[in-house]
Nanobody, 114 residues
Framework: EVQLVESGGGLVQAGGSLRLSCATS????????IGWFRQAPGKEREWVAG??????NYVDSVKGRFTISSDNAKNTAYLQMNSLKPEDTAVYYC?????????WGPGTQVTVSS
């Protein structure tokens, strides 16, 4: 069974940092791209970052502030978030596309106070 579970969210002041983790199981982690998305209240889910074969990509709004990484030995992906802004407040999800469908974790709440 494919599972993804996010953790590491919380409440932080603007300018602070958080590191999110995405623990996975049920598939060969190193063979597939992992993505991070976020959804703010009243807004559509937005792609934030992705990692595949060591290559990374970011939405423009987080470039230079967020870093995505992965540890194949732990089957875990990470999202290091620095210089957080109130507009980064959202539920953050990790996802993987495999065997013809998307799999999502339940999400972790990130709240950035001004």
């Amino acid at each position: 069974e494919v599972q993804l579970v996010e953790s590491g969210g919380g409440l932080v002041q603007a300018g602070g940092s958080l590191r999110l983790s995405c623990a996975t199981s049920g598939f060969p982690f190193g063979d597939y791209a992992i993505g991070w998305f976020r959804q703010a209240p009243g807004k559509e889910r937005e792609w934030v970052a992705g990692i595949s074969g060591g290559r990374t990509n970011y939405v423009d709004s987080v470039k230079g502030r967020f870093t995505i990484s992965s540890d194949n030995a732990k089957n875990t992906a990470y999202l290091q978030m620095n210089s957080l802004k109130p507009e980064d407040t959202a539920v953050y999800y990790c996802t993987v596309f495999l065997w013809g469908r998307d799999y999502w974790g339940p999400g972790t709440q990130v709240t950035v106070s001004s």
